[in-house]
């Protein structure tokens, strides 16, 4: 056979050969972290869907997840195989999604070096309902100030009148507070009366931001509360020079 035209014949496989494997969707891996509740969302119809944190951000996920079981209360960083679909039809995701394994599952998650212990007191610095707080009469009546004190053993504090507590039912430490979570149970308390009538004004909004929240951050020295996106309350380190 002539040599040239055995040239031309495997160039042509290589060339489809090629094709064949830069169009033949591959399998990958990811780890995400499932939070521990679900959230109302509209796909083909409404449903309850995972919460993801995917690459730094929380997501939607609309599918399921085969082989995983979801725990409601506690967050799930797991291992997930990406297998692309054959056929799809036209209201179809392209993938599906494979459970390969469990790498941790808490209900409370902490970064490495955390400064929220139990030793550290916060003392409130700020509160998104009083302008400039401390030249407020009741912050500059109070003899001891409001503080609190956070940590994978709950909240602990004092709101300048009573002193409060609660567990945490779920938290999620991040760098960057749009990634986080936080969530505590009911709060009790002491049932001391408030006198001057503007300390109570100090307590109440404290304790309303507490019942807010839904996420947080520590820009060291300042531990930040914030509800629905927005900041409600700020505090300091009282271990902070």
Known sequence: MNKKYI???ASTFLF????ACQSTPREEQQVVTVAPFKVSCVGVANQQCLNVLVEDEWQLFYQRIDGFNF???HYQTIKINKVPRTSV???QSTVDYQFISLISRAKQVFLPKSMLTAKRQWQLKSVSTI???LSHPGF???DQKPYLTLSNEGLTGFSGCNRFFSSVVNSFESNEFSTSHLAFSTLGSSMKACYPNTIGQIERAMLNAL???DQFVVNWPELIFYSKGKQVASFVASDWD
Request: glycine share 10%.
């Open 7 to 9: 040239n031309v014949i």
């Open 16 to 19: 489809f050969g090629l094709i």
């Open 71 to 73: 725990s409601e209360g």
């Open 89 to 91: 039809a036209a209201d």
């Open 131 to 133: 302008d400039d707080l």
């Open 140 to 142: 500059t009546a109070i």
């Open 211 to 213: 019942y807010d929240t």
